[in-house]
């Protein structure tokens, strides 16, 4: 199969690059390489595969690419929460217009196959259940319960303390960020595709994933590498809330092995989203003492608080993924913990710039 594989340079789309060339498969790498995501020098794990330098909303640099394409693994994306409104643009335009642009290339070229890299923050808190009003979605948390120590959500109807359960793929979406506005915006966009020409997409909603080459020391970074930083500095892991808000940690090798079978299995319905995840839920402060333990560090630090948008637990039901893509995580929490804790990290950007062999096809701009 030839595949077109965008953000291909990056900290998941490294990964995928790495299996699709291991399982045989013919492959046209892409990626911007945006300075606030990589260093100053093409990653060593990327150079190998002939990686091409260019934007996702150049759609005469598409057209050149999706020639002989077979599927596209868009994988990329701005991440993080957004740091202020002002970022909306940068993101919007890289997400949505980017999304825009490819899908338009692929009905050019006549690929019908897309597997489109979604998260988790669409549905911004996860599932609750009150004990007296059963399925509920509780409204943001307040400002004064946060600064009172009283973190998890409660009942809309009787103010209740919410019981947190796993949030299948079908619950209501709810972004409580910009990044997550435009990750939902992104499934909407390739939905209207699939209907208008018969295509097929699988929207993979990642869960927190981590491991070897995530970004480190950057407002971009995910907390499995702020905490890391922090031990490899001496310094504590600093814990927010009460440490206690559950995630889905998923190794960054089980994502890529979903992305291998959604490119090789058909989607049941134009657009399929799916929850990829660990199925193994764990705190943020089993998280921040789990790596502390593999590091020898300084024992993890709870500070209470909460960052702008944070949602209290996020926790994902792996069952749809099982059934219908046959994605069973592999990595275990404690021995993909202990594995991170060594693992190569991409180095904090310091600018644009070149570094490694790219190619740059004469006709694209970028």
């Given at each position: 199969m030839r595949i077109l594989l965008t953000g291909a340079a990056g900290f998941i789309g490294s990964h995928v690059a790495d299996l699709?060339?291991?399982?045989?498969?013919?492959?046209?790498?892409?990626?911007?390489?945006l300075p606030e995501a990589h260093g100053a020098a093409v990653p060593p794990w990327s150079a190998r595969h002939g990686?091409?330098?260019?934007?996702?909303?150049?759609?005469?640099?598409?057209?050149?690419?999706?020639?002989?394409?077979?599927?596209v693994c868009h994988q990329a994306a701005m991440v993080g929460h957004g740091l202020d409104p002002s970022d909306?643009?940068?993101?919007?335009g890289h997400n949505?217009?980017?999304?825009?642009?490819?899908?338009?290339?692929?009905?050019?070229?006549?690929?019908?196959?897309?597997?489109?890299?979604?998260?988790?923050?669409?549905?911004?808190?996860?599932?609750y259940h009150c004990a007296a009003h059963g399925v509920v979605r509780p409204g943001r948390r307040r400002d004064a319960d946060i600064a009172a120590g009283r973190y998890d959500p409660t009942c809309p109807a009787c103010d209740a303390t919410l019981i947190p359960g796993l949030v299948p793929e079908d619950a209501p979406a709810e972004p409580r960020s910009t990044y997550a506005a435009t990750k939902l915006a992104q499934e909407h966009l390739a939905g209207a595709w699939a209907a208008q020409t018969g295509g097929e997409v699988w929207a993979l909603r990642y869960h927190n994933v981590y491991g070897p080459r995530m970004?480190?020391?950057?407002?971009?970074a995910g907390v499995a590498s702020?905490?890391?930083?922090?031990?490899?500095?001496?310094?504590?892991?600093?814990?927010?809330?009460d440490g206690r808000q559950r995630r889905d940690f998923v190794h960054v090798t089980d994502v890529a092995r979903a992305n291998l079978l959604a490119l090789?299995?058909?989607?049941?319905?134009?657009?399929?989203?799916?929850?990829v995840c660990s199925g193994e839920p764990r705190t943020i402060g089993e998280l921040a003492e789990e790596l502390a333990a593999a590091m020898a560090g300084p024992t993890p630090?709870?500070?209470g608080g909460a960052r702008a948008a944070d949602v209290r637990h996020v926790v994902a039901d792996p069952s749809r993924a099982a059934a219908l893509l046959g994605y069973r995580a592999q990595v275990g929490f404690a021995e993909g913990v202990a594995g991170f804790a060594t693992a190569e990290l991409r180095e904090p950007a310091r600018g644009a710039g070149g570094g490694g062999p790219v190619r740059t096809p004469s006709r694209a701009g970028g």
């Open positions: 699709l060339a291991g399982h045989g498969h013919e492959m046209v790498a892409l990626d911007a390489l990686l091409v330098r260019g934007d996702v909303r150049d759609a005469e640099l598409l057209d050149a690419l999706l020639t002989g394409v077979d599927a909306a643009p940068a993101y919007a949505d217009l980017g999304t825009a642009v490819l899908l338009a290339a692929m009905h050019r070229a006549g690929v019908r196959r897309l597997v489109l890299a979604s998260s988790m923050v669409v549905y911004g808190e996860g599932r970004p480190r020391d950057t407002p971009y702020i905490f890391r930083s922090a031990l490899a500095g001496g310094r504590p892991p600093r814990v927010l809330e090789t299995t058909p989607a049941p319905q134009p657009l399929t989203p799916v929850n630090e709870v500070v």
